[in-house]
């Protein structure tokens, strides 16, 4: 008996690293996202309004590198590779996210890019505009790239669209090949939808009541360097069974006996998905429970993106001052959370989430941030202001920055060159 009770007693202590490994859901609550204040530590320096254009008839937003199947940057022959929404500039700037197509980059010493057009065939591809995803190479050597196909391409018309603009996660393939006139993506795959909104876990566009576009979107490829398994993880709001504010949502107990909820909170439902890769082709997934939760919070995780640093789990993600829930703000930025595995109890980095947001008097200068595995931030040039406060849109590479973790806090330590993507890792 003493002995049984003895094993028993052992098989009951969960360690953190046995906890991370259960599926649960973090919250980032509205006691922590009011800590959200910019600092010396978070604040990126402003963006010099002469800026070059990269692609110069393209408006070129979100943007994301070519990776390897663990996650570090990948080299083919010697060139960077780089995806990018692209929409002409013949459009108007706010018209581009509803006109948007993937485009693909390469640079041989990771500053200077060339655009190389759309690498896939329009009718081939999935949804009515290609949105934000990223981009893996095999050990084959097979590019695979994960997007958002938004917008029922048989049923599309403009008016109203974001009330309409279905969200799926797709995927396609390439070959690729690189000489000396650039890199080449050929042999285009069957373009898939590899997974769907279930509307308990994550909403639906039926089910969806709140005052900002819903979403599930921006597929992320992760695989897990400490357990060997993949994943996709995206954006997303809450579904059926979570559709209210649970006392985590908005902070400890002592915090809520003085705060009170304003009305309407519980329609910024944000969270960040998961999905279980189940083949090598990435293309049979199965859905879990989101990872971070912030519904009374905020609306929008935007491109959730994980970093693993040793036993810590960085997850990062952007999001807006616009979708802060009632009675919050915070600025345009990327905000962190770090976890001790990839289920670990992710708490907010520098306490409120916030790792990069744009100074104060440039609230919009930059969006999209990417933290690269070594911590190298991308991001693109979004709508900074000249000293009469004249917006100039940018729709180009942003100056990269470079930011230093430290367990749960981050500093950023360095600025470098438009869309500037350090060489290292594996060459191909
Ligand atoms: C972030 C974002 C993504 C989306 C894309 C659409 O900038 O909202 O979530 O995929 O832009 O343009």
Redesign the pocket.
Known sequence: FVLSAVVAANCLAITPAMAAEVEQTSVWSRQQAEKVKLTEETTAPKIDLEFDLVAPDQWV??TWPLQNRDGSLATVNGYRVAFA?VAPRTLGWGER?TE?RIGMFYSKNGKDWTYAGIPYDYDNAKGYMQ??GTSMIDEDGKVHLFY?ATGDRENWDYNGWDKRAVQRLAKTTFDISADKNGVHLTNEGKHEIILEADGKHYETIEQADSPIIT?F??PFFLQDPNTGKEYIIF?GQAGSNRDFIKPENIGDEEYRKTHSVPAGAEKYNGNIGIAEVLDEDVSELKLLPPLLESIGTNHQM??PHVVVNGDNYYLFT?SHTFTYAPGLTGPDGVYGFVGEGLFGDYKPMNESGLVIANPKENPYQA??WMVLPDQQVISFINEPKDENGQVKFGGTFAPTLKIKLDGDTSEITKEGKHGEIKPFGANR
Do not use: M, N
Request: proline letters at 0%; zero cysteines; glycine letters at 0%.
């Open positions: 937003w979100d929404l996210h948007a949105w934000a958002t979403a979107r921006d954006e935007e491109r952007i969006y999209s």
